[in-house]
């Protein structure tokens, strides 16, 4: 499967307990996007990576959230404390930076519910 | 005010029929436009880019106009399998980067 991946797909997690997620892109993609998504409502930017520089970051993103990518290839999203209000479907997207309108291609998403 | 808005639906429509979404932006720095589509519990998928010319692809034809900041997709000949919700998304460039605007989507139900 050569286009975006998350691990894990889904997460249940009690609340205050950290999370971390992981998105592998398309490997010739250099950006890479983070967005979190509510039931009824279109995808939300979290934050975005050129290649290892974390470039930009929503207001969405407290400080409970931060999010890597240390070698410019796959990147981590980590919830720390997590409330209710956090769950979400959080999608990353990638991207070759510079190539025509700029298309992302989403990954499956991680589901996390915060009980 | 949101910066991409569209009407949610749902839009309850017979198979065959002809069904039109529209999507306006708030943002007039805004660069490039897209209509994704999503099944439910699945990741949005570019349908198509949308072009200041207008653009079509099979049954679908998207249009933009930049002065009316207004985004319109239109599907002909509907099928079941086109049941789905279609996100209306603005490229914005930010300092050195792009990131995307989503509205909050119009549901679309085709029925037999």
């Known amino acids: 499967d050569t286009g975006v991946s998350q691990d894990p797909r889904h997460k249940i997690t009690k609340r205050g307990q950290n999370v971390t997620f992981r998105c592998d892109p398309i490997?010739?993609?250099?950006?890479l996007y983070w967005y979190r998504q509510t039931l009824g409502q279109g995808p939300e930017f979290l934050t975005y990576?050129?290649?290892?520089?974390?470039?930009?970051k929503s207001r969405l993103l407290s400080d409970r959230f931060s999010a890597e990518r240390p070698k410019g290839s796959f990147s981590t999203l980590e919830i720390q404390r997590t409330e209710q209000g956090d769950s979400a479907m959080y999608l990353c997207?990638?991207?070759?930076?510079?190539?025509?309108?700029?298309?992302?291609?989403f990954g499956p998403g991680t589901r996390l519910t915060v009980l | 005010r949101k910066e991409v808005e569209q009407d949610p639906g749902p839009f309850n429509v017979p198979e065959g029929a002809t069904v039109a979404f529209n999507c306006t932006y708030s943002?007039?720095?805004?660069?490039?436009f897209f209509w994704y589509r999503q099944d439910c519990r699945k990741e949005p998928k570019l349908l198509m880019s949308?072009?200041?010319s207008g653009n079509e692809d099979g049954r679908f034809t998207a249009q933009l106009n930049r002065a009316s900041q207004y985004i319109s997709l239109l599907i002909r000949d509907s099928k079941l399998s086109d049941s789905a919700t279609y996100l209306c998304?603005?490229?914005?460039?930010?300092?050195?980067?792009?990131?995307?605007?989503f509205g909050t989507g119009t549901q679309l139900k085709v029925e037999l």
């Open positions: 997207a990638s991207i070759i930076s510079g190539n025509g309108p700029n298309t992302q291609y």
């Open positions: 949308v072009y200041s």
């Open positions: 998304v603005v490229n914005i460039l930010t300092g050195g980067g792009n990131k995307l605007t």
């Open positions: 990576f050129q290649n290892e520089a974390q470039l930009e």
């Open positions: 943002n007039s720095a805004s660069q490039s």
């Open positions: 490997s010739e993609h250099n950006r």
